[in-house]
Each structure stands twice: as C-alpha cells, then as structure tokens.
C-alpha cells in the first residue's frame, strides 16, 4: 500500500473514532440529564421494610397478620378473606373489574393493589382510610364485602388457641391481646411487608444508566414532558395526591360512573366531586384492568386515555407504546408469600352465615 494512501486510511479512522466518542460523550450527557430529571422527580424503593406509625413491626406480628390476610372465616360467609380481592398472585388486586363480596355483591370499585400500599399518602381510591390499619378495619365490616363485626372476628379469634397464642406473641405487653385494633395492627404490619424492590427503574434510579433499555428511557422522557409525572410521582410513582379523573375532557360513563362521586363522599367539598386518589403505579403491567371502574384491560389503551382526559395530548403509537415499556419497568421483585397453614377451628368457633 502507498505511504499517501495508508495515510489516509489512517486520518479517516482517527476521525472515525472521534466521532464514535463525541456520539458517545453526547449520548452519556444526554442520559445523565434524564437520570438527574428523573432523581427529582421520583424515588426508589427501598429493600428494608418501611417503619410505620405508632405498630412497631414485629416477625410475630407480621405472622399473624399474613394468617389474618389469608384467613376467610372472618368474614360471615367463611369463603372471603383479605387476599380474596387482594390477591397477591395476580398484582395485589383482584383478577376482575371489580370485587365479588359477600351474597354475590360487586363491590363499587377496582380493588386497589395492596403491594407498596404502605407508601400512599392514605387508602381507597377516596383516600378515606388514613393508613393500613385503618383499611384494614373495613372490609371485615363492610356489609358489601365480608359483611362480618368487630364481635365476630373476635369471638373466631378467641375460639382458636392458636389465635390466642399468635396474639400474646405479637402484643406480649397488652393484658388483653386480641381486640379489633390489634387485629388491623397486625395486618397492617404484614401488608407493609409487602414491597416490590429492585425494579429496573429503581436501578436506574441508583445509578445504573443500562437498567433501561433505550425504548424505556424514551418511555421515561414522555412520561415527564408530557406531564403523566405531575399526578405520578415520588416513590410509590403516584398515590401521593388526589387529582380530578377528566381534567381536560370528561371520560365515558362507563370509566367514570356518574353516581360514583368519588372523594367527595368524604369530604362533602363539592371541588371534591369526580376527584380520586392517582394510582400508583408501581407494577402497573400486573393488575389489569385499570381505574377505580375497572373498565380498561390494555395498560396502551390506559395510556390513550389518560393522556387525551388528563393532558389534553393526543399520543402516536410510538409514543403509546415507549411509555407503556416505561411503565413495565417499574415491575419490582415480589415478595415470595407461602400460603399460611390457619388454626384449626373449634366448636365453638361461629359458623359461616350467607344470609344477606
């Protein structure tokens, strides 16, 4: 090869190679502006159990609120238990549009996702739960749902010994340990156990750019430009605040029953009406179908509809689905639940009642 033409040959690869590295360099740049973005807006899970106000959470506590979850003679009938709408097999959520109670009742909402529930700033769609124990104070008295009392659930505990030795271990200073407001306590201090750490974002959030895949990271991008960031946010990636469902457009009557008023049957404000909880969207790609109706099965078709009613945009189907890939990165790894062996019953434990 000629000297002049080996030469050339050389230039063009050194130019070669600078270009790959200011591609490379911009590339870098680009995503350390939307880590940075990304770092102010959201937050990680964290991988230890978070502490919970005034219910030190204990293993013994934890063990008996996973009985208690798991355990349907609470309820009247004996066949409904806590997992039975919230089922952590299928997202934490019920595997229909809406729950099925005691008598064939269908509940009024979308059964929400108890996974990562003790990061939301109150429960229900309504938010009219303040916290975990006080949610799970109501279903076992909803006449809708496990239709039972606080004196039956107590009078099941107190037949089982089992249950009486649980709870002496879960509340050893208490003189008497089984009373409804221990029973919440230590569901609650199960269902905070329930975290799903170690998502592909979270991974990203900690500093590692290759977590996302370049689809995802557009996702990521979309998802703060187009505003979906301002209702879904902080760690739980929304389930912070409570936000009109129709703020540009109203939905259909079907995702946005007309009698259902929403958090304005707790506040009576009458700003309130249509207003709910955002969802959090923490393992969003689980827990079809979506909004408090229950009434979309496609997380894309969720997507279309919350970014024309909320946002006013109109997004492409590229645009659709880089946010929907987004959103399947937010996927944690799920706790590993083994179904609880329950005390056995006993004669004098209340028997299951179907009457309405």
Known sequence: MRKSAARELCIVGRLCVLAAGILTSSRAGADDDLMSAARQIFKPIPSIIPAVKDNPITHEKVTLGKSLFFDPRLSASGVISCNTCHNLGTGGADAGPRSIGHHWQLGSRRAPTVYNAVFNVAQFWDGRAA?????????????????????????????????????????????????????????????????????????????????????????????????????HNGINIGGQNYFPFGVMERP??????????????????????????????????????????????????????????????KLDDTEQ???????????????????????????????????K
Request: hydrophobic residues 40%; contains cysteine; negative net charge.
């Open 131 to 231: 916290d975990l124990k006080a949610q799970a104070a109501g279903p076992v008295q909803a006449s809708a749902e496990m239709n039972a009392t606080p004196t039956r659930a107590l009078n099941t505990l107190n037949s089982m010994t089992d249950y009486i030795v649980m709870f002496s271990k879960a509340f050893p200073t208490d003189a008497t340990p089984i009373t409804f407001d221990n029973f919440a306590k230590a569901i609650e201090a199960f269902e905070a156990t329930l975290i799903t750490p170690a998502s592909p974002f979270d991974q990203y959030l900690e500093g590692d750019a290759y977590a996302l895949s370049d689809q995802q990271k557009a996702g990521l991008k979309l998802f703060m430009e187009k505003g979906c960031s301002s209702c």
């Open 252 to 313: 259909t009557a079907n995702l946005l029953p007309r009698d259902d008023k929403g958090r304005f049957a707790v506040t009576k404000v009458p700003s309130d009406e249509y207003v709910f909880r955002s969802a959090p969207l923490r393992n969003v790609a689980l827990r079809p179908p979506y909004f408090h109706s229950g009434q979309v099965w496609s997380l894309k078709q969720a997507v279309g509809v919350m970014s024309e009613i909320q946002l006013g945009a």
């Open 321 to 355: 689905d880089d946010i929907v890939s987004f959103l399947n990165s937010l996927t944690g790894q799920l706790p590993k639940i083994d179904y609880p062996i329950l005390p056995t019953r006993t004669d004098t434990t209340p028997k299951p009642s179907i009457d």
